[in-house]
């Protein structure tokens, strides 16, 4: 059968532990760059009705400022007594 030395399971196990730890690392690493991409998204999308808003603003006071102001009341007539 195979007759393997103890320097050649050392060597194995390692290399198998070697794999194993950069595996776990790099699901490590995508697990957080996937949670940070849907943080930015959340941040763009939150800045982008942000903006809507301001825009919203900004018309509505542009409206109102070219509105024309209504007409005052007309003074009352002082009518001459009798």
Same mark, same amino acid.
Do not use: C
């Given at each position: 059968?195979?007759?393997?030395?103890?320097?050649?399971?050392?060597?194995?196990?390692?290399?198998?532990?070697?794999?194993? +730890?950069?595996?776990?690392?790099?699901?490590?690493?995508?697990?957080?760059?996937?949670?940070?991409?849907?943080?930015?998204?959340?941040?763009? *999308?939150?800045?982008?009705?942000?903006?809507? *808003?301001?825009?919203?603003?900004?018309?509505?006071?542009?409206?109102?400022?070219? +509105?024309?102001?209504?007409?005052?009341?007309?003074?009352?007539?002082?009518?001459?007594?009798?």
């Amino acid at each position: 059968m195979f007759k393997f030395t103890i320097r050649e399971l050392l060597l194995l196990t390692l290399v198998v532990a070697l794999g194993v +730890a950069w595996r776990i690392d790099r699901s490590r690493l995508v697990e957080r760059l996937s949670l940070e991409l849907r943080n930015v998204k959340l941040l763009i *999308a939150e800045r982008d009705i942000e903006r809507k *808003a301001r825009e919203e603003v900004i018309a509505l006071y542009e409206q109102a400022r070219h +509105a024309s102001a209504p007409n005052p009341p007309a003074p009352a007539r002082n009518l001459p007594s009798d």
